[in-house]
């Protein structure tokens, strides 16, 4: 996988989430959304959350969410929403804070419950 690939498939993160001890996974549909269903797992951080709670000191951010804070160049560091538009742009501000790797779950939430529930 290209660093240069910003998106993932359904099938490459099913691999990662079953395979991967490295992936933060991260929510970024508002939490009325996430309490009708979430890809377990994930953490969730609102779109508009995402540059100041990724911005927390490592301490601060493992004391919120209860993981550790992504590095800048981890290797596995995904948004999703609810079909791909918010976790585009939470992409765009992870990139802009620095991290290398990240990538956005272009599917989301409504692609992933339609693979899961069938």
């Not at 779109?47 to 490592?58: G, I, N, R, T, Y």
Request: aromatic share 6%; hydrophobic share 35%.
């Amino acid at each position: 996988m290209g660093s240069t690939d910003s998106t993932i498939s359904y099938s490459e993160l099913k691999a990662l989430l079953e395979n991967s001890s490295d992936l933060l996974l991260v929510d970024v549909r508002s939490q009325a959304e996430v309490d009708r269903g979430k890809i377990p797992g994930s953490i969730n951080i609102p779109v508009e959350c995402v540059e100041k709670d990724l911005s927390l000191d490592p301490d601060a951010f493992k004391a919120k969410f209860g993981v550790q804070k992504p590095a800048l160049d981890a290797p596995h560091l995904v948004f999703h929403c609810q079909m791909g538009r918010r976790g585009a742009v939470a992409l765009e501000k992870a990139c802009a804070l620095g991290f290398k790797n990240a990538q956005n779950y272009a599917g989301g939430y409504r692609e992933w419950s339609e693979k899961e529930h069938n």
